[in-house]
T-cell receptor
Framework: NAGVTQTPKFQVLKTGQSMTLQCAQD?????MYWYRQDPGMGLRLIYY???????DKGEVPNGYNVSRLNKREFSLRLESAAPSQTSVYFC??????????FGDGTRLSIL | AQSVTQPDIHITVSEGASLELRCNYS??????LFWYVQSPGQGLQLLLK??????LVQGIKGFEAEFKRSQSSFNLRKPSVHWSDAAEYFC?????????????FGKGTKLSVKP
């Protein structure tokens, strides 16, 4: 089983460029999440989707947008990348009474 | 507001020694608690979880954790550390008390293992 798959694994952007991080899960989970991980900060929730067709802001949503394309896919978009968005981004999914399952992350550098 | 505190940023133990990683949480009701491990360059892997019931929880890789409501703690333990346990460990609590979603993470404890 693939679990949670994130693409790309690495990306370098210039300030002001846009890009979309992709996430797909094959576990038939209802809920999906995007986190960012910065040194010494743990993981912070950017956006989440409790079910297909719904999205909500997390702790640090500014500068990001999300789309729950279908039950499997949940994308994160940076419209105008800034150096402060240099981070490792993790997607996760879960079902009721189950812990979250994480992807391997996307390492994003913005110059 | 809910929060999770991992007081130790970095711990070094000798291989074969016992390990305890501390986690304290702030939450008004019965929390759902988790420990995850992250190896360098990897995602997070669930070690164990506490939802209800027995306060001593067994996990994978020989880890266990004990929920102590009176101390608002959920410390992770292992009786004998292996070199492969070197990683970063994160404690998390579910923000709304449910088993899913909206986890609040501690800032992590990095474990180094001496030969």
């Amino acid at each position: 089983n693939a679990g949670v798959t994130q693409t790309p694994k690495f990306q370098v952007l210039k300030t002001g460029q846009s890009m979309t991080l992709q996430c797909a899960q094959d576990m038939n989970h209802n809920s999906m999440y995007w986190y960012r991980q910065d040194p010494g900060m743990g993981l912070r929730l950017i956006y989440y989707s409790a079910s297909e067709g719904t999205t909500d802001k997390g702790e640090v949503p500014n500068g990001y947008n999300v789309s729950r394309l279908n039950k499997r896919e949940f994308s994160l978009r940076l419209e105008s990348a800034a150096p402060s968005q240099t981070s490792v981004y993790f997607c996760a999914s879960t079902q009721v009474n189950q812990p979250q399952h994480f992807g391997d992350g996307t390492r994003l550098s913005i110059l | 507001a809910q929060s999770v505190t991992q007081p130790d940023i970095h711990i070094t133990v000798s291989e074969g020694a016992s390990l305890e990683l501390r986690c304290n949480y702030s939450y008004g009701a019965t929390p759902y608690l988790f420990w995850y491990v992250q190896s360098p360059g990897q995602g997070l892997q669930l070690l164990l979880k506490y939802f209800s019931g027995d306060t001593l929880v067994q996990g994978i890789k020989g880890f266990e954790a004990e929920f102590k409501r009176s101390q608002s703690s959920f410390n992770l333990r292992k009786p004998s550390v292996h070199w492969s346990d070197a990683a970063e460990y994160f404690c998390a609590v579910s923000r709304y008390g449910g088993s899913q979603g909206n986890l609040i993470f501690g800032k992590g404890t990095k474990l180094s293992v001496k030969p």
